[in-house]
């Protein structure tokens, strides 16, 4: 049993798993992306880092010329102090300028090896998160299903509820005892399909509110999963372009814990993907418990028998076709995303990550003022 099943398997009791027809799925997926992440870019950022991380050789050469002129430069102050008596002659020290040539030179298999530990906690939590967001996919369709079914109802009892009134205030109300149930009869089946449609613009205003509500929060916690994916492609092909200067640095004894550094901060970038793949799985756990909340009310509106006029006229109320549940579910998400890198810097100990983030983040808060203050103006 996994974790979704035991923290959230409880709420489909009332009702069996809603069918979707594939027509229905199709229209869905087509207007707001196939999955909750969108199938397609997550593979696009993928395959993205992949095409970037080729270019890994352009400063090769420049960091091989460098390393040359900081050897001559490391020789000569070794040869100084041994022959001003300071120091004595060790092997060992000597022998390291060698070792971070021989880097540079691998510097493609160096790297990969590097990244490797990153990978396979990437793998693991990848795989986690993939399985839970079949189950978080499905539920999601079956609540928009029946989303549609409540609009639905909510329009046929306005129609219904509409006839009735006019039954009450027109004239055949006062028409003859023999015809008077033959004209109600007639009426109703004239009138009821034209109050429907009517009421049926005011049921689209609410699935037009509930689903910019949706959209926005869903692209909220899409695009700061996006944020967190392209901030590592772009930290991380800068620390593999760059990178051969700081081996070449740390051969001087004055940048002798650059390359350590450096290090550092490739892996606790190469962390992100997986600690926010695992964000992302614990984050569904939540999606997955609002909506298969959400789902066990729908049901109890629809009810097995038929609607529930109550409960589906209170509810008619809140002026959205949607409990907030998901949506609060998926703006949680979005900012659980947002601390990936502190998270990342908890496991490998770096500051430089995370000011650059950080400096970011800022720089983005001030954009947005800005664009704010111009439509103000505007």
Known sequence: MNLITLFTGGFLVQGQPVSVPDSF???FNFLQGNGVYEEGMMHFLKQMKHTIWTHYDAFIADAQALCAIFMLIFFSIKIYEMMAGDKQLEIMPLLRPF????????????TRVIAFPAEIVENRTEAMFDGSQIEVNDLRLQRAKLMVDVSDQLLTIQAVTETAKTEADTWYGK????????????????????????????ANILLLVTSILETLAIWFLRICVYVIFIVQILFSTILIILGPF?????????????????????VAVNLYSG????????????????????????????????????????????????????????????????????????IISTSGISSAASTMGRGASSMARVARKLLTKL
């Open 246 to 266: 700081a081996v070449a640095a740390s051969i001087l004894p004055a940048f002798r814990d650059s390359f350590s550094t450096w290090i550092a901060r490739f």
């Open 25 to 27: 799925k199709d229209t």
């Open 175 to 202: 028409a003859w005892d023999s015809v008077k149930s033959t004209v109600k009869e007639g009426f109703a089946e004239v009138w009821n399909p034209i109050v429907e449609m009517r009421n049926r613009l005011q």
């Open 99 to 110: 070792g971070l040539v021989m880097v540079i030179l691998w510097w493609p298999t160096f």
């Open 275 to 346: 600690i926010a793949y695992l964000v992302m799985y614990i984050s569904s756990l939540f999606q997955h418990y609002a909506m298969e909340a959400e789902i066990s009310r729908y049901q109890t509106l629809l009810g097995a028998s038929g609607p529930d006029l109550g409960k589906l006229t209170s509810y008619a109320l809140f002026g959205v076709l949607s409990f907030g549940m998901v949506i609060g579910a998926f703006v949680i998400g979005a900012l659980t995303m947002l601390t990936v890198p502190s998270i990342s810097t908890w």
